[in-house]
């Protein structure tokens, strides 16, 4: 684990090239499992989460979906 400091914008600067480094379907990927990720964390309000909604369904999930 390595420890550098590093003011805000220097931080999103950095995040922001590693980003744009990657291909347009990586990009994609990564939003998606950001979005998943967000729908866990903060589920809508009275409604249920795709889990489940879909709990006993058989489902095709991509394998770079998954949570890791």
């Known amino acids: 684990m390595e420890i550098c400091f590093q003011t805000k914008e220097e931080s999103k ?11 347009g379907e990586d990009r994609f990927m990564q939003f998606l499992k950001l979005s998943r990720k967000i729908n866990t964390l903060f589920p809508p309000k009275g409604k249920l ?16 979906l ?3």
């Not at 989460?49 to 095709?60: A, I, M, Q």
């Open 49 to 64: 989460s795709f889990e489940e909604r879909n709990k006993g369904n058989f489902l095709l999930i991509h394998k770079d």
């Open 13 to 23: 600067k950095l995040q922001q090239e590693a980003f744009l480094k990657l291909s």
């Open 66 to 68: 998954k949570d890791t």
